[in-house]
């Protein structure tokens, strides 16, 4: 039997009929359209799906959407600035040559978010056990790290500005 949610989605309110075995992965992706959630292992292992769920980073790929009933959900789509912009978190990935073939980036990103969100800094080694959810193929992982590390800073000079 479906069930109709609601939910906030990238400052957007949306309600939707859904199969309540329904991954927020799949209802993102499918009915909504945001690709910038990756399908990659769908058991939790590798961090493609991640997205923020009031704030927070978790797996989409196991979480299913009724427990994000009347919460809000943040992906890299809702990252842009209203003109289009990019964040300054995904120009800290271009900045340091952080994105290769991009397929991790997406929930590495949203991680990063919940990172600079903190408005604290972090040891190197600190960041590479935050990060650790997320497997990347292609980038060896330092340049991400560096991209993160670069966000964190730009935040926290943009606290103390004021
Ligand atoms: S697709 Fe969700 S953790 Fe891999
Ligand atoms: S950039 Fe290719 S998997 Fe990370």
């Given at each position: 039997m479906l069930e109709i949610i609601s939910m906030r989605v990238n400052g957007k309110d949306v309600e939707l009929a859904i199969?309540?075995?329904?991954?927020l992965l799949d209802t993102l992706r499918?009915?909504?359209?945001?690709?910038?959630v990756k399908k990659g292992?769908?058991?939790?292992?590798?961090?493609?799906?991640t997205v923020l769920v009031e704030g927070e980073a978790i797996d989409?790929?196991?979480?299913?959407?009724?427990?994000?009933?009347g919460k809000s959900i943040l992906t890299?789509?809702?990252?842009?600035?209203?003109?289009g912009e990019l964040s300054p978190i995904q120009q800290a990935f271009i900045d340091e040559a952080a994105v290769q073939c991009g397929f991790c980036i997406p929930g590495i990103i949203m991680s990063a978010v919940e990172i600079v969100g903190a408005g604290r800094r972090y040891e190197r080694d600190e960041l590479r056990k935050l990060l650790s959810g997320h497997l990347c193929r292609?980038?060896?992982y330092e340049k991400i790290i560096d991209a993160v590390e670069k966000a964190v800073e730009a935040k926290l000079a943009s606290q103390r500005a004021g």
């Open positions: 199969d309540p075995r329904e991954s499918r009915r909504l359209g945001l690709t910038s292992c769908e058991v939790g292992e590798c961090g493609a799906c989409s790929c196991i979480y299913l959407t009724v427990w994000a009933k890299v789509e809702g990252l842009k600035s209203p003109t292609c980038t060896g």
